[in-house]
């Protein structure tokens, strides 16, 4: 069996330190870098999570994989999301950690500063917005981002896929019929400020839901071994 995990925007694979372990007990890990974040590619365009789905499967392809389990978080959920809906025999299950576009309105000026957090300062504010109680693992996450986005093209890349997907994710999914034909749960940060929570009544009967307490934007890291037992068994 083989979990493909999904990272957010301007994060990487290193999104989920705190879970391949846990996930990695009794099946094969893989965690790549999307297009314009870590050490993928940069060229970005046109960038829409549609075109970001189809890089996966692709990669999924040339990995030699037909079927795989995938989890996403923030962007890299809308990703598996999408690609669920392109490909269904390609995912056996999906789960959908704060999936952008999915929840009520997105903090668009929270993901623009995330975008241009080129000095440590606006680092620090965006990584401690990401988290319910702001802890130890802001100031290495804000040098990181400091690291990354100081570079003028690394910047680029980040702001076009945003630009590139700014009106669709934000629309809220709940409002229309997004659920793919394979099974999805849904995981959330009950104090997630950037994507909120959507109502539990807007969520299609069968669904499961799962609301953490004392969790914010990155509930795989606050509420790690939480979610690392949700996914071991739903997946």
Do not use: Y
């Not at 046109?46 to 989890?71: C, E, Y």
């Not at 809220?172 to 009544?201: H, N």
Request: hydrophobic share 50%; glycine share 8%.
């Amino acid at each position: 069996r083989f979990l493909v995990l999904l990272h957010g925007l301007a994060g990487d694979a290193l999104t989920w330190q705190f879970n391949l372990t846990a996930l990695g007990a009794d099946r094969t890990v893989l965690a790549p870098d999307l297009p314009g974040h870590g050490s993928s590619t940069l060229a970005v365009e046109p960038g829409h999570v549609d075109d970001l789905a189809r890089w996966v499967g692709d990669l999924i392809h040339a990995w030699g994989l037909t079927q795989v389990d995938l989890v996403g978080h923030s962007l890299g959920a809308r990703v598996a999301l999408s690609l669920a809906h392109q490909q269904p025999a390609m995912v056996a299950r999906a789960t959908l950690i704060a999936c952008a576009g999915l929840g009520s309105d997105l903090d668009h000026q929270f993901l623009d500063r995330l975008a241009d957090a080129s000095d440590l300062d606006q680092s620090r504010l965006a990584a401690a917005k990401l988290f319910a109680v702001p802890g130890p693992l802001v100031e290495p996450l804000a040098r990181a981002l400091t690291l990354r986005q100081s570079v003028p093209e690394n910047r680029a890349a980040i702001k076009a896929l945003l630009d590139a997907n700014r009106a669709d994710l934000s629309e809220r999914l709940v409002a229309r019929d997004w659920a793919p034909s394979v099974p999805v749960q849904l995981i959330w940060g009950a104090e997630d400020r950037i994507v909120p929570p959507p109502a539990s009544e807007s969520i299609p009967p069968g669904i499961p839901f799962h609301l953490l307490p004392g969790a914010g934007h990155m509930p795989h890291v606050e509420a790690a071994s939480r979610v690392n037992a949700l996914i071991g068994s739903f997946h």
